[in-house]
């Protein structure tokens, strides 16, 4: 049977929780904390019913108390269960049976806590039903559109007419980023606790269903269901709705404090890059990067590129937009002949006319030249546009002409319509008042430096993964691996099995013994490469069970003597040397409890752990995206004729690694690990060559029991 927190497709659920997320009507369960709920839905303007529910008090916050879920006037479509932990489950039972449409269970002591509490959590589910349940051990949900708050504590928020979400899986986040001064419209702000029942991307499909939503921003310290994730957030991309991670665990310290907070697994922060890089999500790695990139999608959206133009009248703000961008991947190209010749006659002589653009303050106060020069900067033909400006402190002084400078940036807009944006250097340099005028003006108010020009970065990359967002696979969910022992396939076992599906291997032979294999190194020719052959050996360099470049019988029979005294296995691989190689290519697959099999390329052989160059993808992988995570790697020059070389056969690499992929996922049940390193890398043309192969397989259970 089918657990109801794992089941995304039932549309009673789904139903369930619009009526959570827009509710007609709220009841509210409990003392204080419900009593703080009805306050926060008046404070921001509900007008629908509030129904307390208490079994001995008369009234709550001047509304008459109902004794108990059928005294209730109708099934309410949202709920505040803000009673201990065990009535909880009482509370939603009574609910489901009354076709209520969902609840936020406030109560802690469930399954973050262990023992006893994992079990109180799945009979909380399953008293649900196909109830939309945020939590247990959660704050709630904050519908600042239509005014209804189920939130028993104070928050910063207000009512808006549209504007980004944001789901997080810690309350005290969600309420700090409800106390934001960065002028910022949040619409719902959702946080989650447990998530038992319902899974954080069945909450983005929640939100998708409202036009309102301008983009959704994701706090997240793990996923149970990467691929349900992946199928939310690809309907989001096609849907235009931008969707924004910051992944907590992403350092091994970061990883340990979430596994013990709402109960969540934080899983490799490589396989989270590469998940959302897949489906076009933005990852941020801070709250103002989250919120700034939030702020600047729902004012402009998804970008074709990241060229940019910039202007300041500072020298100093020029260079360090420069040196802020180049990192992230923003470029400033050069003025047209028409936007500098503009610039030029404006400006004069004194002036230089560049991108990133110093004005110089000949023209500071002067409304009219401003104007002129920020309209010229905001014609010119890059994907977004900044003024650099940072008003003054309260209380130091007048700021008329940085309010002159503000209104000649408004007017210029209103002519020319661009991806705008006024940006301060310094998060504080930028007032609330001044960042609501700037969005009522479709110009987006952003504060920090870096955290604009990564929203920049952000919106680009979204923008990259529209376009192709009709030939992006979701990822399919891998059958759960077999249980059993392990067992390792020698390399010459490897090499055939991956062989026997077109991988390039060297042509090669097996020998038992020195003589034998001297014999065949002479029929295949030399120089040849001789190894030991064993199951267990797995690191053949470190044993010295590997000798490369032998040049004759005698070379070969000597070496073969040599292992032998060593202690190592009679069994020998004769393979003919691969020589020319341009690059040594490691090519990897590895399990992963969350995200099932994933694809490793990079920097191989023996340097591989030192140099650390690798990029993860997810399976099933496409060739577009083998191609595009050879390109990312440090070490792609080396392949791309770095300095006159030869440029590799990067399509015959391309090819092995569809084969590794496609072995991959025949063998999803069983396979554990596997390696090709080094995979030879030769001139265009020639090939790529798979020289070494660890393959550990998991025999079922049932092979492992003893046969009589």
Known sequence: MTSPALDTTRPARAGNLQRLLAPRHIAVFGGRHA????????????????????????????????????????????????????????????????????????????????????????????????????????????????????????????????????????????????????????????????????????????????????????????????????????????????????????????????????????????????????????????????????????????????????????????????????????????????????????????VTVANPLDYHTYIWGDRTALTECYGAVLDADVDARLLVLDLPKPGTGGTAAWDTAVDALITAHRAVRSVTCLVSSLPEGLPQSTGARLLDEGIAPMQGLPECLDAIAAAAAIGAARAGADHIQPLTAHPPPHTGTSRTLDEWQGKRALAARGLPIPEAALAAGPDEAALRARELGFPVVLKAVSATLTHKTEAGAVRLDLADAGQVRQAAHDMLGHGLPGCFLVERMVRDQLAELIVGVHRDPQFGLALTVGAGGVLVELLRDTATVLLPATPDEIRAALRSLRTWPLLDGYRGRPRADTEAVVEAVTVVAAYAREHAADLTELDVNPLLVLPEGRGAYAVDVLIRLTRPAQEDRPHD
């Open 35 to 350: 009593a703080e709920v009805i306050r926060q839905c008046r404070s921001v303007g509900y007008d629908g019913a509030l129904w307390p529910v208490h079994p001995t008090r008369r009234t709550l916050e001047g509304l008459r108390c109902h004794p108990d879920v059928d005294a209730l006037p109708e099934a309410p479509d949202a709920s505040f269960v803000g009673v201990p932990r065990e009535p909880t489950v009482d509370v939603v039972a009574a609910l489901a049976r009354r076709g209520a449409g969902g609840a936020v269970c406030y109560a802690s002591g469930f399954a973050e806590s262990g023992g006893a509490g994992t079990e109180l959590e799945q009979r909380l589910v399953a008293a649900a039903g196909d109830m939309a349940v945020v939590g247990p051990n959660c704050y709630g949900i904050l519908n600042y559109l239509d005014g209804a708050a189920l939130w028993p504590d104070r928050h910063g928020g207000a009512r808006v007419t549209r504007g980004p979400a944001i789901i997080t899986q810690s309350g005290n986040i969600g309420l700090n980023l409800t106390m934001h001064r960065r002028s910022l419209p949040l619409s719902y702000l959702i946080a989650v606790g447990n998530g038992a029942a319902l899974r954080l991307h069945e909450l983005v499909e929640g939100l998708l269903d409202d036009p309102r939503v301008t983009a959704i921003g994701l706090h997240i310290e793990g996923l149970e269901d990467v691929a349900g994730f992946s199928r939310t957030a690809l309907k989001a991309l096609r849907q235009g709705v931008p969707l924004v991670a910051l992944k907590a665990g992403s350092s091994p310290l970061g990883a340990r404090t979430a596994l013990s907070h709402t109960s969540s697994l934080s899983g490799s922060d490589a396989l989270y890059d590469a998940l959302f890089r897949r489906v076009g999500v933005a990852r941020v790695r801070d709250l103002p990067g989250l919120l700034e990139t939030l702020k600047f999608l729902t004012v402009h959206g998804a970008l074709q590129g990241t060229r940019i133009a910039s202007m300041s009248c500072s020298g100093g703000e020029a260079s360090l937009v420069a040196d802020l961008a180049q990192p992230r991947g923003v470029t400033l190209p050069g003025f047209a002949s028409r936007t500098a010749e503009r610039l030029s006659s404006l400006l004069g002589e004194r």
